[in-house]
Nanobody, 124 residues
């Protein structure tokens, strides 16, 4: 089992950068693909970015491509989401998640463990 704890959220102005971190417990972090999702009030939880077990493959939602970067440090059991050029529409609760699936994992149902979320609010 994996426990995930996100951090790094906050209230920022549009245009600035923010980095989210997700720390995982256990010794099996490197055996999971990792992803970031976000959920705005009244909306569904949407895929943001994903990364393969070794970190060599990354993929993004079109809405964040070119602005967000996902990375991981398996030695530190941590996955990151670097968010640049933030926009008000990026406002949401951001969740990290771990998946046993292989390939490009973009559906929430394919993720097995979730963190509690961290709020990101971008003001205009």
């Amino acid at each position: 089992q994996v426990q995930l704890v996100e951090s790094g959220g906050g209230l920022v102005q549009a245009g600035v950068s923010l980095r989210l971190s997700c720390a995982a417990s256990g010794r099996t972090f490197s055996t999971y693909a990792m992803g970031w999702f976000r959920q705005a009030p009244g909306k569904e939880r949407d895929f943001v970015a994903g990364i393969s077990r070794g970190g060599s493959s990354t993929y993004y939602a079109d809405s964040v491509k070119g602005r967000f970067t996902i990375s991981r440090d398996n030695a530190k059991n941590t996955v990151y989401l670097q968010m640049n050029s933030l926009k008000p529409e990026d406002t949401a609760v951001y969740y990290c998640a771990a998946s046993r699936s292989y390939g490009t994992v973009v559906h929430a149902t394919h993720y097995d463990y979730w963190g509690q979320g961290t709020q990101v609010t971008v003001s205009s």
